[in-house]
């Protein structure tokens, strides 16, 4: 069994020794050892038969232990434990009473004797717990073999050799490592070679070295000379020096400290405090810095900065808590945001890693968390900044790092439309679709792989996001928890059973008038202008094409048997300057035209880019035109086509006879979505142009007005 003390395992040196009364009396043998009784007077063997029975255990597990570290690679035969005239090693009983014997406190103890040599000690009343659990036995017999010396300053890394050989030859015995609660201290949040307790609670993580090195029992490994007589050869330098062993790849192959110990810090995912006396504050932390994030709304960016610093081979834990505000009856799927947790500005930035809960960042220095706004988690999570630098560094700096905290707001845009069978991506806004691993989503009607959703049959599909809380921490010990859940519905989609075409219907009108300062010269000059069209609107099965500009993928929906109807015209007359009343000149052009857009030559097709719908459509309009002068009037028709888009060059009097109509010159048609679902898109383009004026007498007046209006719905063929 494990004591929650580090006596429980004893180390001691003592620079002169003395017997109980009387020569020591032997009790037992085994093939390699002998017990003897520490008291002259007898350990009151002869007459129990219980006990002796325990004693002859005891040593048959001392055997053990002796012939598996030798199996281990172990150098057994160079142990400096006492032995008798024939060469046999010794084991003292101690019959003194407790808080009196030679292991105070201690399950066992082993005592380095002034000659170098080694004395082991079972207190007479714990040799029953040290025969049912023999990781003490195993432990103080390892230290028997490791150098001969006083370790002085790299006594911690003894006992963490002793302690996880100790361990594992309990495991081998049935025994659990006891790692919560810690049977010895463990402080991380402290550098690894200052460790509490001269570094008993060191030993887990040299077994986690092992098992990912495939080291047999996880510390055959530890049998090689420059662990095992590391004392030695760091004799006389810092506790530092035992940090050399831990990063050399010759030893530890590829498990070295700086790439083990974020890993191994993530284990120990655990906020409790600790009841034992001269423990830290917690089972794993000396301390634990605990900060609020707090943002006020989630449809603002939200970004704050908490400084920290972290030892040399330790780590700065840090609890951050969480307190969100959504905005008022907003939608949860309106209320989602991304966070991240970014280190920065270590000195070096290198040396440090981000653990999140049980388990490294995502990027080594970033975590990204999808929140849901209307359900947010209590926490971001218990955060460690593991300062590990990528070589042995002795008694390096404190590393002062900056853990910046930001939130962003998101939103999953649903596809135009979705067919049975066929894929359908969401659109992904203020985020990209790798940002976070904590969602994923969900539907009653199809599959699912990241955003893309494929149908599996047509009529209704309800589209899920499922987000896991960051929190994997368990109210006690260490195993991970299943995360809490939320579930945001995205919307209840319609399924076409076969292709995706759009259909509907649009107007536009256009007016205008102008009038040129009568003091120009050669004329005088004004104009009105007034057209109205109604586009009835079918589209083709939806084609993806490449953009030419952004070099994007972009969603074409081809004109179908789209039909249009227009009419309108355009007058401009000229007069006399300054005699207004005198207009011989004028221009009058009638537009026209109805049918089928494709037949007349004309195009039509609706774009789905970046969650900007665009219609762009080229008009076949016949122009009747009649020039009246002086000496007579001309008529003559031709067909002009003409320009419905999102983007308007030249003058504003270009609408006349350069047939050149159209919406707001930014280029994107204010395209907005009328269902949830995304199955109507509704079209509303307005726009309002001035003349121009060049100065004092020269220019025009008048305004012209475009009005673009309608709405299209996704169907099936």
């Known amino acids: 069994m494990f ?27 085994s093939e390699n050892f002998r017990l003897y009784c520490n008291d002259g007077n007898g350990c009151g063997t002869e007459d129990d038969p219980a006990l002796m029975a325990t004693l002859d255990d005891l040593l048959a597990k001392l055997e053990d232990a002796r012939a598996w570290l030798s199996d281990l690679g172990f150098p057994v035969f160079e142990s400096h434990l006492e032995s008798g005239n024939e060469d046999i090693g010794l084991l003292r009983l101690d019959p003194s009473p407790p808080n009196q014997n030679r292991c105070p406190n201690a399950v066992a103890c082993h005592v380095l004797q002034p000659g170098y040599y080694s004395r082991m000690f079972v207190p007479l009343h714990r040799a029953e717990d040290i025969a049912q659990d023999p990781s003490t036995l195993a432990h103080e017999y390892l230290h028997t073999i490791q150098p001969e010396r006083d370790p002085g300053e790299l006594k911690w890394f003894n006992e963490a050799v002793a302690t996880a050989v100790g361990t594992a030859f309990g495991r081998r015995h049935g025994f659990a490592a006891g790692v919560f609660p810690p049977d010895y201290f463990m402080s991380l949040d402290r550098p690894f070679y200052d460790a509490v307790d001269a570094g008993y609670g060191n030993w887990a993580y040299l077994l986690g070295v092992g098992q990912a090195l495939g080291s047999e029992d996880w510390v055959a490994y530890l049998a090689q000379p420059g662990i095992l007589n590391a004392a030695e050869i760091f004799a006389g330098q810092p506790a530092s020096a035992g940090m050399i062993p831990l990063y050399d790849d010759g030893l530890v192959g590829s498990e070295t400290f700086d790439k083990v110990f974020p890993k191994f810090v993530a284990t120990f995912n655990n906020v409790g405090k600790s009841s034992a006396p001269h423990d830290s504050a917690y089972h794993y932390y000396t301390d634990i810095d605990r900060h609020t994030v707090e943002i006020l709304s989630t449809d603002q960016a939200y970004s704050e900065v908490f400084k920290g610093t972290s030892p040399t081979y330790a780590v700065a834990p840090m609890l951050m808590q969480l307190e969100l505000t959504p905005q008022p009856d907003a939608r949860a799927r309106d209320t989602l945001m991304m966070a991240e947790l970014e280190v920065m500005k270590g000195e070096p930035l290198d040396d440090l890693t981000l653990v999140t809960e049980h388990k490294r960042a995502d990027e080594r220095l970033s975590e ?24 042995a560094q002795g008694d390096a700096k404190p590393n002062e790092f900056e853990l910046r905290v930001s939130a962003r707001p998101i939103e999953f845009g649903p596809p135009i439309c979705f067919q049975a069978g066929e894929p359908s991506t969401f659109d992904t806004n203020g985020f990209d679709p790798d940002e976070g691993t904590n969602w994923r989503l969900t539907t009653d009607n199809g599959t699912v792989n990241g955003v893309t959703i494929t149908p599996a049959g047509a009529g209704e599909m309800n589209v899920h996001l499922e987000i896991d809380s960051p929190i994997t921490r368990a109210d006690t010990g260490l195993a991970p928890v299943e995360p809490a859940t939320t579930k945001v519905k995205l919307g209840r989609f319609d399924v076409m059973d076969e292709d995706c075409i759009l259909v509907g219907n649009m107007t536009a009108h256009f007016s205008g008038a102008f009038a040129g300062s009568p003091n120009e010269i050669p004329f005088a000059e004004k104009a009105t202008v007034r057209w109205q069209a109604v586009l009835n609107i079918e589209t083709g099965s939806p084609e993806t094409e490449t953009d030419p500009v952004t070099e994007k993928e972009r969603l074409v929906y081809p004109d179908d048997g789209s039909e249009w109807m227009l009419s309108g015209s355009y007058l401009h007359e000229r007069c006399a300057p300054g005699h207004p009343e005198i207009c011989n000149y004028w221009t009058e052009e009638i537009f026209s035209g109805a049918g089928s857009i494709a037949d007349g030559g004309g195009e039509l097709r609706i774009v789905s880019d970046d969650d900007v719908v665009r219609l762009e459509a080229k008009l076949p309009v016949t122009v009747t035109t009649t020039v009246h002068g002086p000496s007579g009037e001309e008529t003559r028709s031709r067909t002009h086509f003409w320009a419905l888009t999102c983007y308007s060059p030249g003058r504003w009097w270009g609408f006349g006879p350069h047939m ?3 919406g707001p010159p930014d280029g994107a048609l204010d395209g907005s979505w009328a269902s949830d679902a995304r199955e109507v898109v509704n079209f509303d383009c307005r726009q309002e142009r001035q003349p121009e004026v060049y100065g004092p007498g020269s220019g025009e007046s008048g305004s012209t007005s475009l009005s673009l209006k309608g709405r299209v719905k996704v169907q099936s063929r």
């Open 368 to 391: 990204k968390l999808m929140l849901n706004g209307s359900n947010a988690p209590d926490e971001l999570g218990f955060v460690r900044v593991v300062n590990a630098p990528s070589q």
């Open 660 to 662: 050149t109509h159209a």
């Open 3 to 29: 004591f929650r003390n580090a006596a429980a395992l004893g180390f001691l040196f003592l620079s002169s020794f003395s017997s109980a009364q009387g020569e020591p009396q032997p009790i037992t043998d």
